[in-house]
């Protein structure tokens, strides 16, 4: 099964597509977490980058397409993938559809208010990509990883006016992809803003309807 997780920052995506990618052995692809990591390993793509992400803009099409481009030629996508945070513009989703079709676009709905009070109180465990939420998704021991024991660390991009300026950014480039993939038939909407139990509950009758 192949499917894109759509919706604003915040909403949950991350944290879906991991559990899903668990429980229906899919691969889970990130450009967020691609770019992170090229950041934190200083690479090349990792300097052209690193302001952007921090500014909460989008890194260039071109490049961005490439990069996805060459992920999903990759032998373990074979059996299916998730890809949460790609496309993200229209010109993003005409490439994808060139070299790969997608099952379904899960669109994350939730609003401002709520994205903010996510984002401000989200911790990352950097190694492993694990999300967690001081209050609604508390790590077992405050500010390590439950599996590494490593530091969480606060994302550049989580705070308050770069979540602000990622909102603005989702409405303008992002947002048109609702319509864009309402009109391929291939839009399926899941309400973000209950408890992650409920989300997930939500979200894996969907898949299994598809
Ligand atoms: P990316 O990493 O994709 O960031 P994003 O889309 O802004 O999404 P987030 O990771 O902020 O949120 P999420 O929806 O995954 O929420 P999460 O599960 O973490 O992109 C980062 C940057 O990379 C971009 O700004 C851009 O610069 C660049 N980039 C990436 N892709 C690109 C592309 N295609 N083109 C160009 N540039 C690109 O959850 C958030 C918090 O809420 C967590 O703390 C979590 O524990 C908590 N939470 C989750 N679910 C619930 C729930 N149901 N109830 C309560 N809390 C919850």
């Not at 499917?3 to 559990?19: D, E, I, R, V, Y």
């Not at 790969?100 to 939730?110: E, H, P, Q, R």
């Amino acid at each position: 099964m192949k499917l894109m997780f759509l919706g604003p920052p915040g909403a949950g995506k991350g944290t879906m597509a991991g559990k899903l990618a668990q429980e229906k052995k899919l691969v889970h692809i990130s450009t967020g977490d691609i770019f992170r990591a090229a950041i934190r390993n200083e690479t090349e793509l990792g300097k052209k980058v690193k302001g952007i992400l921090a500014a909460g803009d989008l890194v260039p099409d071109e490049l961005t397409i490439a990069l996805v481009e060459e992920r999903l030629q990759e032998q373990d996508t074979k059996n299916g993938y998730i890809l949460d945070g790609f496309p993200r513009t229209i010109a993003q989703a005409d490439a994808l559809s060139g070299f790969s079709k997608l099952d379904a676009v899960i669109n994350f709905t939730i609003n401002d208010e709520e994205v903010v009070r996510r984002l401000s109180g989200r911790r990352v465990a950097p190694g492993s990509g694990r999300i967690y939420h001081i209050e609604f998704d508390p790590p077992k021991v405050e500010g390590k990883d439950d599996e590494t024991g490593e530091d969480l660390i606060i994302r550049e991009d989580d705070q308050k006016d770069a979540i602000l300026h990622r909102l603005e950014v989702y409405r303008k480039q992002t947002q048109p992809l609702i319509d864009y993939y309402r009109e391929k038939k291939s839009l399926q909407n899941l309400d973000a803003s209950p408890a992650p139990a409920k989300v997930f509950q939500n979200l894996l009758a969907l898949i299994d309807g598809i």
